[in-house]
């Protein structure tokens, strides 16, 4: 696969998604429960996933998870995710949450992680996200 045509789909393939941590998503320090953070992320990854392969993808495993600042109830957070690497069925993206004071313009990384995706076919067997590279 050409590596520009490769670098333009991890440019548009480039998701975020903005959301605001409520009461209902935080444990008793009043912080975002970790599982939350982690679907948020998987959620977020999987789109970005999607935007690049135009294939059908699922998780096939997530690499270590950083969290490392607590995320308060009623701060904005973004996730940022965005494909960093591609195998012949397979890719990773990198996702990291960035905590938004409302009234300021302040802006902190709390959590960063990577997910592996796997593209499937219509019997949810891998297959090759470029057609190029499919054996048949």
Known sequence: MNQLLIQKR????ETRVAKM?????????????GGIALQ???EVAYIAATRFSRKHVV????????FTQPIPSGILVELV???VSVGR?????????FL?????????KAITGHFNFVAID????PTPIFPEDDPH
């Open 10 to 13: 991890e440019e548009i393939s």
């Open 21 to 33: 941590v409520f009461p209902n998503t935080t444990n008793h320090y009043d912080t975002l429960f």
């Open 40 to 42: 948020w992320m998987d």
């Open 59 to 66: 998780t096939i495993s997530t690499e270590q998870v950083n």
């Open 81 to 83: 995710a965005r494909v």
């Open 89 to 97: 069925t397979s890719l990773k993206v990198a996702v990291n949450i």
């Open 100 to 108: 938004e004071e409302l009234d300021s313009d302040k802006r902190t």
């Open 122 to 125: 219509e019997n949810k067997k």
